[in-house]
């Protein structure tokens, strides 16, 4: 099995983001066809945010200052968070997935979502075999950070297309991140509209509900480049590629 292959001080580099995006792309390709993998790296990335999460949030002084009451008190946020996103989790996947290209219709002028697989996903041939499926995650508006986020986007489409691997690659960009594929104030937009005609194995995909919260809080109308998808919610969509397999990584 693929998940014997790392060592869990690698694993954790990767969940850690401190491998190089060649490495990065070996475990991506691994986790996307080994479901005990994935599963792993997941309750790594699990683990890694409940810990983040205790650090952030230390117990206040007067608190019980012995080692099982600090046991106690984690183990009342690891309580908390898992049981908050099983709530978050069966609301989201309630909800259908709708996509419209950018150039599409406004959301009130949009029909009824359906559960029909989109974007690059369908493009594999009938057929083919099962490709394997990789989520990418952007939230943030760091150039030096983006800029990197597309070397290991890149790094993973040329992988794939090395082996000759059968696969679909999706970026999913919420929050900050949405900056990457905005028209006016993308710094990559050359680079963003070769990786998309490149590709046809990519979809890159913007959340309505910041596109709705720039609108709203900002009175910015978000123009998005050439060939970006937009879908409902960003997290929602993750929950969901999720839940149908597709490995995930947030970079």
Not at 85 to 106: C, H, N, Q, S
Not at 131 to 143: G, T, W
């Amino acid at each position: 099995m693929s998940h014997e292959k790392f060592s869990d001080e690698f694993l954790n580099a990767f969940v850690d983001g401190e491998l190089a995006p060649e490495e990065k792309s070996r475990v991506l390709l691994d986790m996307s066809q080994d479901e005990a993998l994935n599963r792993r790296v997941c309750e790594l990335k699990t683990l890694h945010d409940l810990v983040r999460t205790g650090y952030q949030n230390p117990p206040q002084s007067g608190s019980t200052p012995r080692a099982t009451g600090d046991t106690r008190y984690r183990a009342n946020i690891a309580a908390a968070v898992t049981l908050a996103f099983g709530i978050l989790l069966g609301w989201l996947l309630r909800e259908p997935v709708g996509l419209r290209t950018a150039a599409g219709p406004a959301p009130s002028q949009m029909p009824a979502p359906d559960t029909r697989t989109a974007g690059a996903a369908a493009r594999a041939a009938p057929g083919d075999a099962a490709p394997a499926r990789v989520l990418i995650h952007i939230n943030d508006n760091n150039a030096v950070h983006l800029a990197q986020a597309l070397d290991e986007v890149e790094a993973l489409l040329a992988y794939y297309r090395a082996h000759r691997q059968n696969a679909v690659v999706e970026v999913v960009v919420n929050g900050a991140g949405l900056d990457l594929v905005r028209a006016d104030v993308s710094a990559f937009p050359d680079r963003v509209e070769a990786l998309l005609k490149e590709h046809r194995n990519l979809t890159i995909a913007a959340c309505q509900n910041t596109i709705e919260r720039l609108a709203r809080e900002a009175g910015i109308a978000a123009q998005l480049l050439p060939g970006v998808t937009v879908i409902d919610s960003g997290v929602a969509q993750i929950m969901r590629r999720q839940q149908q397999g597709w490995a995930y990584i947030q970079v």
